[in-house]
């Protein structure tokens, strides 16, 4: 190049090189390229004849990208310089116009938001096919109860349906966040920034940002070109509801143990053991689990490329792709599985049911009978307590105390405690907006489908 005596060292090549990775923005890149050289025939830099054959030439180059026929050359530095190269051996010198009144700051930049907002609207589309199917099984076992837990161990029990839209309605916040990350990318248009300080030519960015889906040229170009604020919401996002699916992945393993055998995957969802042919496992499930970190480090990454970097551009930028890439395809990845293996999903009623029927997480409900006969709570708490102990030293159900016996810890315990005891009361008695209770739930399916519609 122009500036250098020496060629470049191959081992600076390797560590400046993002070719091996950003190639992927092509789609992105001939977009914005196409805008671009659309402004510039607006500015009168191009004639409509000079543009229709910068229009062909990046179309030829699209093609080949498209088919995999691209061909690349060991020192194209990065996706940006590769298509310019190519466009100019396939249209001749006038390729070498594109490139007024453009910096690769401000393009990596505007391909990048580009890159973002799809990804976002993919997830999101994901998301809410995770939500549907979280939906149907929801309503498929709204009364089938299960233990509900706190520290792992039995508490109160809910039904399988309210457990399920649980995970329902964070994914309808991961949804909220995903849609913000993809309007904070078509917000601000980077291109026509320059490399730092704004152009030498008037362009209409205007226009360019209307082609290009954005809502507005940028305001500010030292802002535009070293800002990844987007990627970062993105990533956040994506953190967020990757850890959503690893909580349920984890659960779905305690569940499909045979301690547990609460749900089986299906035989295409699990895998087999080499040498124990008992075996079935959840491994979709365990890796839900497993690959959270990941996207949150891409996060971190980020987070980590942008600290206290002086503006604008400098070459840590570049590391934005990598991380964002692997979040992406990531997070994908996991929405799409879980999603399956949902579908996929059996539970197993009778196992349910009996570890629901535990009487001891009705303890609550007891003590909420004394509160209602005008015991305060922390006495009742105590009182329950004992009966609690009593039973389990002699190896009893709470409902198997004689009144003798109940009554000699309250004078207000009757027969209204084994009533409070019997199966079901206890769910239903939670009658709270969001609680378990069959109505309750019901409402919570009705709200929930309301809300899928909503999200189209
Ligand atoms: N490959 C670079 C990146 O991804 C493109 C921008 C290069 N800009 C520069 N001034 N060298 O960030």
């Known amino acids: 190049m122009g500036r250098f005596d020496t060629p470049q060292d191959p081992l600076f090549q390797r560590i400046n090189a993002s070719i091996s990775f950003d190639r992927r923005l092509w ?11 659309r402004g510039l025939r607006r500015a009168g830099v191009l004639t409509d004849e000079e543009l229709a054959e910068l229009e062909r030439g990046l179309e030829a180059v699209a093609g080949e990208l498209e088919r995999g026929e691209f061909p690349f050359r060991e020192d194209d530095e990065d996706i940006h310089m590769a298509v310019e190269r190519r466009l100019t051996e396939i249209i001749g010198p006038l390729g070498g116009k594109l490139h007024t009144a ?12 580009l890159f973002v907002r799809e990804a976002a609207e993919r997830a999101l589309g994901l998301v809410r096919e995770l939500m549907g199917t979280l939906l149907d099984l929801a309503e498929r076992h ?16 809910v039904y399988l349906g309210h457990h399920l839209l649980a995970y329902f309605w964070m994914l309808r916040r991961d949804a909220r966040r995903l849609a913000a990350a993809r309007d904070a990318a078509a917000a601000e ?18 226009g360019t940002a209307a082609e ?10 030292l802002d535009a070109v070293s800002n990844r604020d987007a990627v970062l919401d993105y990533l956040s996002a994506a953190a967020i509801c990757a850890t959503h699916l690893s909580r349920l992945g984890s659960e779905l393993v305690l569940w499909s143990s045979q301690e547990f055998g609460f749900c089986e995957p299906a035989d295409d969802f699990s895998s087999g053991s080499s040498i124990m042919p008992q075996k079935k496992n959840p491994d979709a499930a365990e890796l839900l689990r497993a690959k959270a970190p990941r996207v949150v480090a891409s996060l971190n990454t980020l987070l980590g490329v942008l600290h206290a970097l002086p503006l604008a551009y400098s070459k840590d930028l570049q590391e934005d792709k990598e991380a964002l890439f692997d979040a ?41 009978l004394l509160v209602r006969k005008g015991m305060p709570f922390r006495e009742a708490h105590g009182v329950v307590g004992s009966l609690v102990r ?7 159900r709470l409902s198997e105390l004689s009144p003798d016996e109940i009554r000699a810890e309250s004078e207000l315990l009757d027969d209204e405690y084994y009533e409070v005891l019997r199966a079901g009361e206890w769910l239903e008695s939670k009658r ?15 709200a929930a489908r309301a809300v899928l519609a909503e999200l189209g």
């Open 212 to 221: 290009l889906g954005f809502a507005a040229p940028s305001p500010n170009s």
């Open 27 to 37: 789609p992105q890149d001939i977009r914005g390229s196409l805008a671009h050289a």
């Open 142 to 157: 709204a009364d089938w109860p299960l233990p509900g837990y706190t520290h792992l161990q039995r508490a109160q029990p």
């Open 189 to 206: 248009m980077p291109l026509g920034s320059g490399a730092l300080a704004g152009l030498n030519w008037e362009l209409d960015r205007e």
């Open 328 to 368: 992406v395809d990531t997070l994908e990845t996991c929405l799409a599985a879980a999603n399956r293996m949902l579908e996929g999903i059996t539970f197993n009623r009778e196992r349910l049911a009996a570890a629901a029927a535990d009487e001891f997480p009705a303890a609550t409900d007891v003590a909420d």
């Open 390 to 396: 009593k039973a389990l030293a002699s190896g009893r």
């Open 432 to 446: 709270s907006p969001g609680g378990t209770s069959s109505a309750r739930v019901r409402e919570q399916l009705e």
């Open 102 to 113: 453009r910096s690769r700051n401000d393009q990596v930049a505007t391909d990048v938001a």
